[in-house]
Each structure stands twice: as structure tokens, then as C-alpha cells.
């Protein structure tokens, strides 16, 4: 796709919804009793492989007419069928991982499977914790790595100190926990995004947080629920960061989940000097929601680190952007685990930036960026990972000169009208 630098954003956009509250949305829908309803569900990539797998076995699972509210028509802890394939996880860790924990509850066999790039990224941060609780979960290749072959067991509790914060893990530990023989305890090393707490505990698990630690108990009866679904922080940043980079722009964004375990682009947008306004502050189905007032903003460098990188690991391609045309010098340490993501995003990110001429080290945790005045067009890879694809994208608008971007379909993962939703707020 060929991109051309733009003079500023305006008006007024509406992103697209959480994708990680519309999976969990579906997940436990299809384990509570009785018809969740789900308005604003995000029918992206990703999300779309998390119903297919439920539809697998046996849940019904529909989209009305009109609203565009899904249906998910639970049947219980227990009313899972045995899928008659393999469950196809395409692009989605989050499918994959979660519904690990899920899976190796159950009396059924079931194996896991992605695409190419989902079925390279690493699962032994599930395998290990869930083969401690008894699960008989297996690595086909025995490389760490999906295909998953799950069997049925008996799982047991556990207490399970996580050697690095995930939401992903966690859910997964939480999930099995709901088919333990005694309470399963997580001690995670930073807070990371809390929708799988949250939205248990309104179906009805027994939750409960002390500091760091998660607990819960096991074979709760889960109540459907009727869920609103606010809009993506992660999408959002994109969006956040073109209004932020283009002089002359202001722009209002609608509607977006500014839960504090996943808003923490906001606070490092502060830190660099960011004019970002929040507007009519409300709390839809138990997560915090506002209207994001943005505009152009004279940026500085600054240091993200420790315990803030859990709430901010999506969006470090585009912050890296940011830094790379702010003032100063900006470090990013902690990050290791954008190694292991749709691509090596530390390595991915620093590709694409020194293409646009950006001053960037990379480091085995992150990058040391000196942020300049300007960066210049250039032949841009995507490396088929959606949110490498969005932030070189915004790269490009506030580029000089023309640049090229390969494989921009990609961004359908998390965002299908991604392009259609920018070209309405450009000002070329």
C-alpha cells in the first residue's frame, strides 16, 4: 500500500471494541447457564476464531439482525462437546492460551492449532504451569510450541508464582482453576490487564485479590450476563498518536476502555508532554469508559519501565514512533516479551524505524531511541503483524515524503476497517 504523508487528523471517531473483553465475552458465555448478550462485540480475526472453536463444541452462538448484538447460548461448567476437528486458533494467542486452561478441564480430548506464525510463538509459559496442576497437555512437536494435544485428568490447585506478568497466563491458570479439586493462586511480578477477574466475577466465580495475588474457587456456578463492550485502548493509541504527531490536529475518540491495568499509554503520553483530555467518565458493565479529547502536542522523550509495561506492552511499536519524533532520548527496558509476540516486535519495530532514518538502538529488553525533528518515506514492512502494520502506518502520515507498507491486509486481526476509519479523519 502506498502512504502519503497527511497535514493533520480531525473530528470525531468511534474504534473499534476491546478484543480482549469480547474473547472473554465469549469464553464465559459459553460456560455460564443461560443467553449472554454481548453488544459491541469486536467481529475481528481473532475474535472470529474464538466463536468458530466454540461453535466446535456444540455452543449456538448467534448475531442479530440489525444491532449486530452476538447471542451466546451457554450450557454450563460442563456442557462442552467433544469437537469433531482439530480447533482452528488462527492468528489468536489469546484464543489459544486461554482456552488451554479451559480444555484441560474438560472430560474430552482436544488439540489446538493455529497458523504458521501463531503455531512458532511460545506456549510453555501455559504448558508448564497447567502440566503442575495435573493437566495432561502436550506439545505435539515437543518444541513448546502449538499444536497442543490436551487429554483429559484430574487437575488440583495450585499457587503459581509467575516468572513474568501476563493476562494471557493468568486467564489461563483462572479458567482451569474452575475445574480444580481446590483454589488456584496466582502471584504475578506486576499487575496485568484484570478483564478475566472483573467479568468472572460478575458471571459468578469466587474471585478474590490480595496485592498481587488472583484466587479462585473452584466449581462456581456461572450466571449469563449481559455485556457492553467498550472500545479499544490498544486501537485507540494509533489514533491517539496521529493526533498527537500532526500539528494542527484535534481529535475526539468515543467511548474507550480506560481500565488502569491497560491504560497506561495515557500515562507515558503525560509524561511526554501529551495534550490528552479524558471526557464524560463513566463505568460500563464493570469496566471504566471515556471520550478522549486529543490534540497536537510538542512531545518529549521519557523512560518506560518495570511495573508500568504490562499495561502498555501492545502499544510500544507505536510509542516507539512517538519517541522517535519527540525531542530527547526515550528508553524502553522491561520489554522482553514483545519477543514474543505475532513477530519479535523488538526487532520488527527497530527494522522499520531505522528504514525511516530514526535513531534506535535495540536492546534485549526494549530500545534506546534519540528522538528528531522528522523522519523520511521508506519501503515499510509490516512482517504480516497487525500492530507493527498500524503504527508504521501512522509512521508514514508524519512522514517526509511517500512510503510503502507490504501486507497491510493484516491489520483485519484486530481491526478490519482500520484504513477506512483513517481516511475519514485525514487532512491530506
Known amino acids: 500500500m502506498l502512504l502519503h504523508p497527511a497535514h493533520h487528523v480531525s473530528g470525531t471517531v468511534t474504534v473499534p471494541s476491546d478484543k480482549s473483553i469480547s474473547h472473554r465475552s465469549v469464553i464465559f ?29 456444540g455452543i449456538r452462538i448467534t448475531k442479530e439482525e440489525g444491532s449486530g448484538d452476538l447471542f451466546v447460548e451457554g450450557k454450563g461448567l460442563d456442557g462442552l462437546k467433544a469437537p469433531q476437528e482439530v480447533l482452528d486458533t488462527g492468528n489468536s494467542g489469546t484464543t489459544t492460551r486461554l482456552l488451554a486452561g ?31 496442576m495435573g493437566a495432561d497437555i502436550k506439545s505435539r512437536e515437543n518444541n513448546g510450541c502449538a499444536p497442543l494435544d490436551i487429554r483429559p485428568s484430574h487437575l488440583h490447585g495450585i499457587h503459581y508464582q509467575m516468572p513474568i506478568a501476563s493476562a494471557q497466563v493468568k486467564s489461563c491458570l483462572l479458567l ?26 460478575a458471571f459468578g466465580a469466587s474471585i478474590s485479590k490480595q496485592g498481587l495475588d488472583v484466587s479462585i474457587q473452584p466449581r462456581p456456578v456461572l450466571h449469563a450476563q449481559e455485556i457492553d463492550v467498550p472500545g479499544d485502548i490498544s486501537s485507540a493509541a494509533y489514533f491517539i498518536a496521529a493526533a498527537l504527531l500532526l500539528k494542527g ?5 468515543r467511548n474507550v476502555g480506560i481500565n488502569p491495568t491497560r491504560a497506561g499509554i495515557l500515562t507515558v503520553c503525560e509524561k511526554m508532554g501529551a495534550d490528552i483530555k479524558k471526557k464524560n467518565e463513566r463505568e460500563v458493565s464493570g469496566e471504566p469508559v471515556c471520550d478522549l479529547l486529543v490534540k497536537s502536542s510538542f512531545l518529549h522523550g521519557t523512560v518506560m519501565e518495570g511495573d508500568m509495561i504490562p499495561s502498555l506492552i501492545d502499544e ?3 510509542l516507539a514512533v512517538m519517541a522517535a519524533l519527540s525531542e530527547g532520548e526515550t528508553i524502553i527496558r522491561d520489554a522482553a516479551d514483545l519477543k514474543a509476540k505475532e513477530t519479535d516486535r523488538i526487532h520488527t519495530t527497530v527494522e522499520n524505524l531505522k528504514a525511516m532514518g530514526a535513531d534506535v538502538v535495540p536492546t534485549e529488553d526494549g530500545f534506546l531511541i534519540h528522538g528528531k525533528k522528522s523522519l523520511h518515506g521508506a519501503n515499510l514492512e509490516s512482517f504480516e503483524d497487525h500492530r507493527i502494520a498500524m503504527a508504521f502506518t501512522i509512521a508514514a502520515l508524519c512522514a517526509d515524503g511517500d512510503s510503502q507498507i507490504s501486507h ?4 483485519r486481526i484486530s481491526w478490519p476497517s482500520f484504513y477506512e476509519s483513517l481516511e475519514k479523519i485525514l487532512v491530506k
Do not use: W
Open 316 to 318: 510500544i511499536p507505536i
Open 408 to 411: 497491510p491486509d493484516c491489520v
Open 176 to 201: 482451569a482453576g474452575l475445574y480444580a479439586d481446590s483454589p488456584v493462586t496466582v502471584t504475578e511480578p506486576a499487575p496485568s490487564r484484570d478483564h478475566s477477574e472483573r467479568m468472572l466475577s
Open 249 to 253: 490536529s484535534s481529535l475526539l475518540i
Open 29 to 57: 458465555g459459553s460456560i455460564a447457564e443461560g443467553t449472554t448478550r454481548v453488544k459491541n462485540c469486536l467481529f475481528s480475526a481473532d475474535c472470529l476464531s474464538t466463536i468458530s472453536c466454540f461453535k466446535q463444541m
Open 102 to 132: 479451559l480444555l484441560s478441564g474438560q472430560e474430552f480430548p482436544s488439540t489446538l492449532s493455529g497458523d504458521a506464525s501463531l503455531n512458532s510463538r511460545p506456549m510453555k509459559r501455559v504448558l508448564t504451569p497447567l502440566t503442575e
